[in-house]
């Protein structure tokens, strides 16, 4: 399982404009990160809070609906956020490219 997880962080690593990926666990910890930690940190807590709040807001809009893919973008970077029930998978990418 450990390689199958590799191998496709590997595999979106290597896709045009990726800057970075970091698997995140359900208590907002890095578990896995192509990033340095203070970054993977950062972008745990934030993006954890975000997906927090978007699910909040599907669940308010619809209880029988869940969130399954959030996408952040700014002029810079545009961030893919994959929750699911144990780990959030965050692929953060250049928009220029």
């Given at each position: 399982?450990?390689?199958?997880?590799?191998?496709?962080?590997?595999?979106?690593?290597?896709?045009?404009?990726?800057?970075?990926?970091?698997?995140?666990?359900?208590?907002?910890?890095p578990?896995k990160?192509?990033?340095?930690?203070?970054t993977?940190?950062?972008?745990?807590?934030l993006?954890?809070?975000?997906?927090?709040?978007?699910?909040?807001?599907?669940?308010?809009m619809?209880?029988?609906?869940?969130?399954?893919?959030?996408?952040?973008?700014?002029?810079?970077h545009?961030?893919?956020?994959?929750?699911?029930?144990?780990?959030?998978?965050?692929?953060?990418?250049?928009?220029?490219?």
């Amino acid at each position: 399982m450990a390689t199958e997880v590799e191998e496709t962080i590997k595999r979106i690593q290597a896709h045009k404009g990726v800057i970075g990926v970091v698997i995140v666990n359900h208590e907002g910890i890095p578990i896995k990160s192509s990033l340095d930690n203070a970054t993977s940190v950062l972008y745990a807590g934030l993006i954890g809070q975000l997906t927090e709040k978007a699910k909040n807001v599907v669940r308010e809009m619809d209880s029988t609906n869940e969130l399954t893919f959030l996408r952040a973008r700014s002029r810079r970077h545009e961030i893919l956020i994959a929750p699911d029930r144990e780990f959030i998978l965050i692929v953060i990418q250049n928009t220029s490219d």
